[in-house]
């Protein structure tokens, strides 16, 4: 099963200085089996911040050990 992710400027959204408090979501949406959960998230950052590259990525995260 493929869990997807969002990037921002390469690193995972929920450790990039890009990304506000408010913005990260509980539980974190940027890792998901929902990829269009995770699809919605990147658009929502790509609107708030079009200075920064935001991508959703199939891979794991080293923020959880995936």
């Not at 509980?26 to 995770?38: A, K, W």
């Amino acid at each position: 099963m493929v869990v997807w992710h969002v990037t921002v400027n390469g690193i995972p959204a929920c450790t990039s200085p890009a990304v506000t408090a408010d913005e990260r979501l509980e539980p974190p949406i940027c890792g998901s089996r929902n990829r269009l959960r995770v699809e919605d998230y990147g658009e929502m950052l790509r609107a708030r911040h079009p200075d920064v590259e935001v991508e959703v990525v199939a891979f794991g995260c080293p923020m959880r050990g995936e």
